[in-house]
């Protein structure tokens, strides 16, 4: 039997987890978490299931004054992967570097010397890191979306984040004020991804 | 500013994601989550990040009566590994199977004709929907844990769970009443796994 208290923390946790939702990048706008938030949202990330304490993921933050040398690295791999991409197609992807007020890469380290521990389980943890991140901005207030594209798995990405031969790039997460927030769309319900052996 | 309800709603989601901890299916025992605890548990993992839609996972509750069969598949998997296999680490092995009073298992589904989403991106999901499980677990009182191993990967598991090609398992998640705790463990803090570019 739940007491009153238990159940205001459970019902506080299930409103957390089904009131989330994603917010485009597009539409995160100032102000974004200041030093304490960021802490509150980094942080969660360590609270997350990890097999031998690997740690088999870690953050790069990129900040507002180096957010140009994303935008080089976004058209730069446009470019590469065609030659024949328009000043607007390159001038749209720079634009992308510059949304979101605080945005971090999300990197997965896939080491075997880490330890004994499968490339898909590391990213499993990454998974459970990054929702504790979500859900933190989200109790904080603010809109947080994730972001990848064919940009991120790009070379270009690899050189400008130092990323070791056994680093694989995960997905940016974007955090910020929603200006624009669309319908909660649905979601798929239990019965839907569930069945029994 | 944050009202007092916020205050109170971030605290609540702070103490619950740091509060969380694993619990080794051995020291989860009954009762086990009853049905409507079971819906709000495995209902949190449809709130999980899902770019375009897919549903790139799904669950399979392995109920008390067909542990049997997942016993059988764990001392087989032992076998083909390892043919000297003596009667008592096969008998451990089945014992695993026994573990924990609910039992799930979480699978991905990277069938590239679901949609143009890379494997990673449907892990992370994925993660984010085991992330989601785990705290609403433990906020409705129960320990929780994933566990993997070899057996995971093995043809046997393939065939007692009816794996498509393009499905991959993922982990066990158990669900119980902890019935013993150890000392929390030392998590890494923010700035052990964040850098600035």
């Given at each position: 039997?739940?007491?009153?208290?238990?159940?205001?923390?459970?019902?506080?946790?299930?409103?957390?987890?089904?009131?989330?939702?994603?917010?485009s990048p597009k539409w995160l706008g100032d102000?974004?978490?200041?030093?304490?938030?960021?802490?509150?949202?980094?942080?969660?990330?360590?609270?997350?299931?990890?097999?031998?304490?690997?740690?088999?993921?870690?953050?790069?933050?990129?900040?507002?004054?180096?957010?140009?040398?994303?935008?080089?690295?976004?058209?730069?791999?446009?470019?590469?992967?065609?030659?024949?991409?328009?000043e607007v197609q390159k001038h749209e992807a720079?634009?992308?570097?510059?949304?979101?007020?605080?945005?971090?890469?999300?990197?997965?380290?896939?080491?075997?010397?880490?330890?004994?521990?499968?490339?898909?389980?590391?990213?499993?943890?990454?998974?459970?890191?990054?929702?504790?991140?979500?859900?933190?901005?989200?109790?904080?207030?603010?809109?947080?979306?994730?972001?990848?594209?064919?940009?991120?798995?790009?070379?270009?990405?690899?050189?400008?984040?130092?990323?070791?031969?056994?680093?694989?790039?995960?997905?940016?997460?974007?955090?910020?004020?929603?200006?624009?927030?669309?319908?909660?769309?649905p979601r798929p319900v239990m019965a839907d991804?569930?069945?029994?052996?």
């Amino acid at each position: 039997m739940h007491s009153t208290t238990d159940q205001e923390a459970l019902d506080a946790a299930l409103t957390l987890i089904h009131s989330r939702q994603y917010i485009s990048p597009k539409w995160l706008g100032d102000p974004g978490p200041d030093a304490e938030q960021i802490e509150k949202i980094l942080s969660a990330a360590g609270a997350a299931p990890d097999h031998r304490r690997l740690t088999p993921w870690r953050l790069i933050i990129i900040p507002p004054e180096r957010r140009h040398l994303l935008a080089e690295a976004f058209a730069e791999a446009l470019v590469e992967r065609d030659a024949e991409a328009t000043e607007v197609q390159k001038h749209e992807a720079r634009a992308k570097a510059a949304r979101g007020p605080f945005l971090v890469l999300v990197v997965a380290r896939l080491d075997p010397e880490l330890g004994p521990i499968h490339p898909q389980e590391r990213i499993i943890s990454a998974g459970c890191a990054i929702q504790n991140m979500l859900l933190v901005a989200h109790a904080l207030g603010f809109g947080a979306g994730l972001s990848s594209g064919r940009a991120l798995y790009s070379q270009q990405m690899r050189l400008l984040f130092g990323l070791g031969a056994h680093e694989q790039p995960l997905c940016f997460l974007s955090v910020g004020t929603v200006t624009r927030r669309k319908a909660a769309r649905p979601r798929p319900v239990m019965a839907d991804y569930t069945s029994t052996l």
